[in-house]
């Protein structure tokens, strides 16, 4: 029996379709006719032994395994259109300015540079890391190309972003055998007043009624590490970011649930750059996956 294979043309359909939301939008960005774009599906579907898209009379929606698919899609399609231009000696090249939060970067950075690296071997990435109010600051200068923002989860997307490419959650975090119920009022250590993460902490801790003070504040992860290591607050920090020694307070802690957050893709002046688009693409590929 033939092993199964993806066809390049049927992935570069279905993802046509996964953004559009319609085989009728999506028909019409990949130059065939709805019925020719359908039978494309099945196809795909066919190869892959599962149904991928569950049609809807609005429209269409990703399955459960038409998700995963979409995500090696991407990938796969990403790499295929740059081992084209490499070969055809027209990769991208020149510096490209990267601003990132300080608490995706240990999580995330590492591996969206390493894997842009090697697909962009001339491109010199400069990356500045802080919050993403000051990271939205230097795009509207445009002392940076592009950047990793966060933006709350389910929130419409910005114009000139790119749509979120994941959630994560926002967590209280302690050291190890600290008790919030000890403290009243709750020490607290966050980021700059207008960062999501302090924002949260604040509103949700006034809706409970829980008495609070903010003890210490630093705009640096690695400050707000330190104050909670010494045992003298709890801070609030996306969950990718909380190292390994410090504990993640369970709900029985008696603080209040906290919201997610989605990671966007930002640009200067809204419009990218070929590198910096390149670089966006890369990230929502890559991102989803890590």
Request: proline share 9%; charged share 20%; with cysteine.
């Amino acid at each position: 029996m033939a092993t199964p294979t993806l066809d390049i043309d049927l992935l570069r359909s279905f993802a046509a379709v996964a953004q559009a939301g319609t085989l009728g939008a999506a028909a019409e960005r990949v130059g065939r006719t709805q019925s020719a774009l359908s039978m494309q599906m099945q196809r795909l579907e066919d190869a892959c032994g599962q149904a991928l898209l569950h049609r809807t009379g609005r429209g269409v929606r990703l399955t459960h395994p038409g998700e995963r698919l979409l995500v090696h899609a991407r990938r796969i399609l990403h790499q295929h259109d740059e081992a084209l231009a490499d070969l055809a000696g027209t990769g991208l090249a020149g510096a490209l300015a990267v601003g990132c939060p300080d608490d995706y970067a240990a999580a995330f950075l590492p591996h969206l540079l390493r894997g842009f690296a090697q697909q962009h071997p001339l491109a010199r990435v400069d990356v500045v890391c802080a919050s993403t109010p000051r990271l939205r600051e230097r795009l509207a200068t445009r002392a940076l190309d592009v950047a990793l923002v966060s933006t709350p989860w389910g929130a419409a997307p910005e114009p000139g972003m790119l749509p979120a490419l994941r959630r994560e959650p926002l967590v209280w975090v302690a050291a190890p055998g600290v008790q919030p119920r000890d403290w009243d009022p709750l020490p607290l250590a966050l980021s700059d007043p207008d960062v999501l993460d302090h924002l949260a902490a604040r509103e949700r801790l006034d809706a409970q009624g829980r008495r609070y003070r903010v003890a210490y504040a630093s705009g640096s992860l690695t400050g707000l590490t330190a104050v909670v290591r010494a045992g003298s607050a709890v801070a609030v920090l996306t969950r990718c970011a909380v190292p390994p020694d410090l504990q993640v307070l369970p709900p029985d802690a008696g603080l209040p649930e906290l919201p997610l957050l989605a990671i966007g893709v930002a640009f200067a002046g809204g419009q990218p750059t070929p590198l910096a688009a390149a670089f966006a693409h890369h990230v929502r590929d890559v991102l989803p996956s890590l």
